[in-house]
């Protein structure tokens, strides 16, 4: 998420926490068409994304004294839709993983045409890298996790993860750089 996108969604969820419920509606056109790919990745359907989205904004709504100012609030958001996700495949006595594969579909209806070449090219890209390098991917600019953060959730160290988000960052620039010499 681009820096000024992570400041307003900052902004939103602090006046949520200082009681603005209108908020919550901002908070969606924000980044709602992000949690629901996240959520329809975990779940796998539709419908059940849907539910996912509406549970994460009530525990939202209900958590939000547990969001600290200064801190990394997309990263705070996704993690809700996650758990939820997680949370009704429990319910259901469902065991599913993350594919990581299904986050990286960033094509969209809402793209123009240069946006969505950029983005099948960078799919296509992400596509080739090693499982372990997409989901340092993953973990850094999808969920926007800081190294400390994909540290924590991996159970790996710091500068593994530094060592391997760096390579992987690396083979992704080669890999797009290629792309655009083939043209």
Do not use: W
């Not at 539709?46 to 904004?57: G, P, Q, T």
């Not at 547990?66 to 801190?71: D, I, L, Q, V």
């Not at 960033?106 to 890209?125: F, G, H, K, N, S």
């Amino acid at each position: 998420m681009a820096p000024e996108g992570q400041e307003q969604l900052n902004r939103l969820l602090q006046a949520l926490r200082d009681g603005d419920t209108d908020a919550l509606d901002r908070i969606y056109a924000c980044i709602g068409g992000r949690m629901f790919a996240l959520a329809r990745g975990i779940v796998r359907n539709r419908e059940d994304a849907e539910d996912v989205v509406n549970d994460s904004f009530v525990r939202l709504a209900r958590g939000i004294r547990g969001f600290r100012t200064g801190t990394n609030g997309y990263a705070y958001v996704m993690r809700i839709v996650r758990n939820c996700a997680f949370d009704l495949l429990r319910r259901r006595k469902v065991r599913a993983e993350e594919d990581i594969d299904e986050f990286f579909h960033l094509t969209d209806e809402r793209y123009d045409p240069t946006q969505i070449e950029r983005a099948v090219m960078l799919e296509d890209a992400v596509g080739r890298l090693a499982p372990e390098e997409r989901r340092m991917i993953y973990y850094r600019y999808y969920l926007d996790f800081t190294v400390r953060e994909i540290a924590k959730e991996t159970g790996m160290s710091k500068s593994a993860v530094q060592r391997l988000t760096v390579s992987a960052e690396e083979k992704l620039r080669k890999l797009l750089f290629e792309g655009q010499n083939e043209e």
